[in-house]
């Protein structure tokens, strides 16, 4: 029982990253995904690892079930209790459209039917007082009557104002406990204590809605694991951070973006660990690209995603933001004779042209294979044949409506498609108040080292990382990741009102709830506790987040805040406002614990690698190709240089040094690239 | 006369990647622009409802970017921002200066529409405006939010022709102390003004960035082909319908000022070739209250009704615009004169305008839309807060149901084709100010049927938690109602009554206090206790009711959105309510008649 293993299943592979804590032995395996029964690809790791799972003492797994039980809009029928009078809040949504000239776009549909929006009798007010105490009796009928109706297993409570007061809340999921004791239940002020009803109920909905499949399936795989003798079983959640696979079933909204945090958690560690400072974590795939800013390299959270148009998750997530990019994106010519790359995807099947599948349509790994810029022979264990004429027969249909060759369009396909992904990249930097350059971009995922210097060229970023099992680096994020919980409650306090007794009260009950969570998830010692409150000036609508000291607050703690709040506003928006008013919202608190820490294996330094081969890749196409050096990602050793133009092969990417750049290997293994 | 080559002769010099990259680079400039003003602005109409847009113009003073922000305000920059530099004038412009101005008569949609233009210098030379146009909730005049039933633009609030209120990056004083003095709430706008001019500093640097990179020639030759290349893709489009002339018309159903008076707006569309003419001859003259359009409201609204019979993939700019001439007879309700008010034109006009336009479109294409519930709204609460002393104004704004169109019924409660505005949360609106919701949903029932029916309206009823709040409207569709389009219904109406604390009966502003419309009125003083009750209109419907399919019409029963009743009467399919079944026999018996005939 020494082994800790990371699993993080996607939607074409499953990965494994283990790692023994006696021996400092590291595992990795790579199998299939098996949609139907996730966790058949999960047991498959292992053994494609050789790991004994008696040998696996803690295993983490991060899942993309919940994302796609949402995607496949396959999870549970739910209804929703919502105050009477606001029982359309779902099919009313926010009242905007993605865009704004568009007369056949239709509103998403959120996931409950309005057969099922049922009003109940209650109303508080924002300072928690009882407008409109709870009508029990009406509401035991409307229990009863969903009970009768069949079909419903899950049930969302979203009341006005419940972050205020949680009492009716609470009766509520009393008498369905009473009448009903199947049903499945969400309150939303347990899901999100934070105003803006739209955002709370739908993340409340969401929970609901995932509840019974993700118990179904956590409630197997629990068995599963314990039945192989693994010792203990975690889930890695949106935030980053582990929890027991009971806390998850509790709480399943907070998986949606399990998988993502995985790798943004990786490039926190090994920024960390190297001392990069500023990071951006970009994982590049088959369809999409999802990149994540860490200052300090420490990640950027976000409570406001959307799964699509209008149907948000407010919970704390890591800010990971997706956009249609990547090695299978579609490149077209529209009507006007410009190049488009994505958002439309070749997906898995039939995937690129030149993995002859069957794929006719020119993608982004195309163009880079008429290039020349792949690797095939890295490939896993070689079973991927590249067939380079396809992908240039597909190529060369749009090069001859551009009326260019086939090398240019090509190089222009990736050039507009590393743009796409520098152009999410700004905003994302935009809505962060950063400024990338001089950053270090992390790329990960089977086509992110492709593109990483290129991209980071398009961003004046100087220095890229590629870890060392970029393909898996997902599963490695899922291993380090500390057990984290985030509490948060509205409570709007001006500063000229402050009450210092509310907000030790506030923060202490927060408290309070993280301590009682810690213990149950197994913890002896106390988890560290950061806090912070959520301030803007009077009558701004957003807020930014400052720290504030653990212990009792006073006044002064605060002037300390207000003072915090002007920097980073200043930082963000270029302004302050001097003699400006400021008001508390929301008071937060993070705890964090560690069970482990986790030591890399070291690379052994000696003579640096001769090339495998020496192939022609095209950098630009004006001038023709290159001849370039290929390297086996295995034959480096410590300290190697290698000078670009220059590839990287190995089993689950292709790392691509353009000329004029210098990559080094560090003592993990790492490539540290000066672009 | 001198030949100029047309867009179609004319070639795109800029390569293909470089295009769409730099074309994107603007997009998302705009978007940054959005970010940054949603995130620092003081007020709930942009940080909430997102009432504003930003666009990048190049330095011929065409727009080169734009976001899917709001269509009123994107369709007037094309000639407010014109009209301000060229009142400055460009030469007088230094690196730093920002350009300001709200004024009506001067192309703006209305005063509240507050535009910012800022240049941007590369070695003494114009090569960008980054600009920002943002509706100001309070802008001073007789009522607080700026809505209600104005005779006059002095009634409206203050104006202010183009000026700069940045010189060389430091702020004018004078403007900010003569603004900041003359509206309700002097800290919000000055928050705002900032969030609004910080945004065209970022957009300035994210321009730098262009320029830069690719040099300055580039930079130039590329923003004359991104506005080419959509010109080229505009005219293609037209080229596709038929050449002809398409008539239609419709009216406002009252001024605010003049009892029971219509307003016609009449449209010609004159399609020729590649070049399409929106014609508004025909068009009553400007009516006494604030429904008059400016020439800008009426050209943005000409833009957005055929902006909406594309394809969405045309990138939107200066090229869009190009194919496309609006006539508007001065003095008109389509082209207001000095001194007449216009504020409610941008607001509750602009979407009948479009309706009209879209009907004329139906003419020929059945690709059209039936109207929408056409209002977006407008009720401007303002006061003093009890709690805190503070004076306050807020503009309330609310969602409409669509009309159905040929592949789907239309949208419920969604903010009407000028706006793209979302609503304020209720939890927003009650922890900032002294009423309450006693409930916002859906009007089930309400709506214009049809193969694809309307989207439905939404109510909402409110209780005053004090004394004194003003309440005053620019409302629409009391009376009249959006029209069906292929034997569709019409959409339901819009209702806006009162109720004193301790009565039972809702009163409109007519019956109860002498206002001369229901919907378009000024400073009806509500006291704690009473209630109000706003009930939007729904969208019209699209094609014959009986072509419906009879699952959507379960559907709609099983949501309790129509009765069995409303399945039978309007769609002839008969409901078996204790089954929960369609009774096929009794369906086919009815619809082998027509639509009503039962």
């Known amino acids: ?675 | 006369m001198e030949h100029t080559a047309t867009a179609n002769e004319q070639e795109i010099k800029t390569d293909p990647f470089l295009l769409e990259i730099i074309r994107n680079h603007l997009i998302t400039t705009c978007k940054e622009m959005g970010i940054a003003m949603m995130r620092t602005s003081y007020s709930p109409m942009f940080n909430e409802a997102l009432d504003f847009s930003c666009v990048v113009f190049d330095g011929e003073e065409e727009m080169v970017g734009q976001a899917p922000f709001v269509p009123a305000q994107i369709g007037s920059t094309v000639h407010v921002i014109p009209t301000a530099i060229a009142e400055i004038g460009a030469e007088n412009l230094e690196p730093g200066d920002v350009i300001f101005t709200n004024d009506p008569y001067r192309s703006n949609c209305h005063l509240p529409e507050f535009v910012v233009i800022k240049p941007y210098f590369h070695e003494g030379e114009i090569l960008a405006y980054t600009s920002n146009i943002a509706h100001m909730t309070d802008v001073g005049g007789m009522v607080p939010a700026a809505f209600g039933d104005h005779q006059n633009i002095w009634q409206e609030g203050i104006r202010f022709p183009p000026v700069k209120i940045y010189e060389r990056d430091q702020e004018v004083p004078a403007i900010f102390k003569i603004l900041v003095s003359n509206v309700r709430t002097p800290r919000h706008s000055y928050g705002d003004m900032k969030a609004m001019i910080g945004s065209l500093y970022l957009a300035e640097r994210r321009i730098a960035e262009l320029v830069e990179r690719y040099g300055a020639d580039t930079f130039v030759q590329c923003c004359r082909d991104i506005k080419l290349v959509s010109e080229k893709l505009m005219r293609a489009e037209i080229s596709r319908w038929p050449d002809g002339e398409y008539q239609a018309d419709g009216v406002l159903e009252d001024d605010g000022v003049v009892p029971d008076r219509e307003w016609k707006i009449n449209a010609t569309l004159v399609i020729r070739g590649d070049e399409l003419i929106v014609d508004f001859t025909g068009t009553d003259e400007q009516c006494f209250g604030p429904g008059n359009q400016t020439f800008g409201t009426t050209a943005s609204a000409a833009y957005n009704a055929v902006l909406h019979m594309v394809p969405t993939d045309i990138p939107y700019n200066h090229g869009c615009y190009r194919p496309i001439s609006v006539i508007a007879p001065p003095g008109s309700y389509v082209n207001v004169s000095y001194p007449a008010a216009c504020v409610g034109g941008n607001s509750d006009s602009h979407p009948t305008t479009v309706d009209v336009l879209l009907q004329a479109f139906s003419r020929f294409s059945d690709k059209s839309s039936a109207a929408d519930g056409g209002t977006c709204g407008c009720i401007g609460f303002g006061g003093t807060d009890p709690a805190t002393g503070e004076i306050y104004a807020h503009l309330h704004l609310e969602g409409v149901g669509w009309g159905g169109r040929d592949d789907a019924d239309g949208n419920d409660c969604q903010f009407v084709k000028n706006g793209n505005c979302a609503n304020t949360p209720v939890e927003v609106a009650e922890t900032r100010y002294p009423f309450l919701n006693l409930e916002y949903q859906l009007e089930p029932g309400a709506v214009g049927h049809g193969r694809h029916r309307g989207g439905f309206g939404t109510r909402r009823t409110f209780r005053f938690l004090s004394d004194g709040v003003h309440v005053s409207s620019h409302t629409h569709r009391h009376r009249v109602r959006g029209w069906g389009l292929f034997d569709g219904e019409d959409g339901s109406n819009s209702v806006l009554t009162f109720r004193r604390k301790g009565e039972t009966e809702w009163v409109t502003a007519r019956q109860a206090f002498g206002k001369a419309s229901e919907g378009k009125f000024s400073n009806i003083v509500m006291n704690e206790g009473d209630e109000m009750l706003f009930i939007t209109p729904s969208g019209a419907g699209y094609g014959s009711t009986f072509e419906r399919d009879p699952a959507l019409v379960l559907t709609d029963w099983q949501d309790e959105l129509i009765s069995a009743q409303d399945a039978r009467d309007h769609y002839g399919v008969v409901i078996d309510e204790p089954s929960g079944a369609i009774d096929q026999a009794a369906t086919d018996e009815l619809r082998a008649g027509s639509p009503g005939a039962g």
Request: net charge negative.
């Open chain 1, 1 to 675: 029982m020494t082994f800790r293993a990371g699993v993080d299943t996607g939607g074409t592979f499953t990965d494994l990253v283990a790692y023994d804590e006696e021996t400092g032995d590291f595992r990795m395996a790579k199998v299939l995904s098996t949609p139907d029964t996730p966790s058949r690809a999960v047991f498959a790791s292992f053994t494609k690892g050789e790991l004994d799972t008696r040998e696996i003492a803690y295993f983490v797994h991060g899942t993309t079930v919940a994302t796609n039980t949402l995607i496949e809009r396959e999870g549970a029928e739910v209804a929703l209790l919502t105050t009477d009078g606001f029982r359309d809040i779902l099919r009313m949504q926010r009242v905007t459209r993605p865009d704004h000239f568009d007369l056949h776009w239709i509103k998403p549909k959120h996931f409950v039917p309005r057969s099922r929006c049922v009003g109940v009798v209650e109303r508080m007010l924002r300072d928690g007082s009882v407008l409109t105490p709870l009508d029990e009796k009406q509401l035991r009928s409307q229990i009863t009557s969903l009970r009768d109706a069949n079909g419903t297993a899950a049930i969302a409570v979203s009341y006005l104002f419940s972050f205020a007061n949680p009492d009716h809340e609470l009766r509520t999921r009393e008498l369905i406990e009473e009448l009903w004791p199947e049903a499945q239940v969400s309150l939303s002020h347990e899901v999100l204590p934070r105003w803006r009803e739209y955002e709370r109920t739908s993340t409340t909905v969401i929970d609901a809605y995932l509840k019974p499949r993700m118990d179904d399936y956590l409630a197997s795989l629990e068995k599963e694991c314990s039945e192989g003798g693994i010792g203990q079983l975690f889930i890695l959640g949106s935030n980053g951070g582990v929890m027991s696979a009971a806390k998850a079933r509790t709480r399943p909204v907070a998986l949606v973006r399990s998988g993502p945090s995985g790798g943004v958690m990786a490039a926190s560690h090994l920024g960390k660990l190297l001392g990069l400072g500023d990071l951006i974590a970009a994982d590049m795939g088959g369809t999409s690209f999802e990149a994540c800013l860490l200052p300090g390299s420490a990640p950027a959270f976000t409570n406001l995603d959307e799964l699509e148009y209008g149907v948000p998750i407010a919970l704390t997530m890591v800010d990971a933001r997706a956009i249609g990019a990547g090695g299978g994106s579609l490149a077209t010519v529209d009507a006007a004779g410009i190049l488009k790359v994505g958002p439309q995807s070749a997906g898995a099947d039939p995937g690129p042209a030149c993995y002859a599948r069957g794929g006719t349509e020119p993608t982004v790994t195309d163009a880079n294979a008429v290039l020349g810029r792949l690797a095939p022979e890295f490939s896993l264990a070689g079973d991927l044949e590249l067939d380079f004429p396809a992908a240039a027969a597909a190529v060369d249909p749009l090069a001859g409506v551009l009326g260019l060759s086939r090398e240019r369009t090509s190089q222009g396909i990736v050039d507009v498609a590393n743009n796409n992904m520098a152009q999410a990249l700004r905003l994302v930097s935009t809505d962060r108040g950063h400024d990338p350059r001089g950053w270090t971009l992390v790329a990960y995922g089977g086509a992110g080292p492709l593109h990483a210097c290129e991209l980071a060229r398009a961003l004046q970023i100087g220095q890229v990382l590629v870890p060392t099992y970029p393909g898996a680096f997902s599963a490695f994020g899922a291993l380090l990741s500390d057990t984290r919980f985030d509490y948060t409650q509205t409570h709007w306090m001006r500063m000229r009102d402050l009450d210092t007794d509310k907000a030790n009260e506030l923060f202490s009950a927060l408290e309070r709830q993280a301590l009682e969570a810690f213990r149950h998830e197994g913890f002896e010692e106390a988890p560290q506790l950061f806090r912070s409150i959520d301030m803007r000036y009077v009558g701004q609508n957003w807020e930014l987040s400052v720290s504030m000291p653990a212990g009792e607050v006073s006044a002064s703690d605060f002037d300390v805040a207000a003072k915090l709040f002007e920097e980073e506003h200043e930082r963000f928006y270029g302004y302050t406002i001097q003699g400006e008013e400021l008001e508390a919202l929301t008071f937060n608190v993070t705890a964090v614990g560690t069970r482990h820490s986790v030591e890399l294996p070291r690379l052994e330094s000696g003579k640096a690698p001769e090339p495998l081969q020496r192939r022609d890749v095209v950098f630009d196409a004006g001038g023709g190709p290159v001849e370039t050096a290929v390297y086996g990602r295995d034959s480096l050793v410590a300290g190697t240089e290698i000078e670009g133009p220059a590839v990287v092969g190995q089993v689950d990417a292709t790392t691509l040094l353009p000329p004029q750049s210098l990559a080094r290997v560090d003592e993990y293994g790492n490539l540290l690239i000066t672009v």
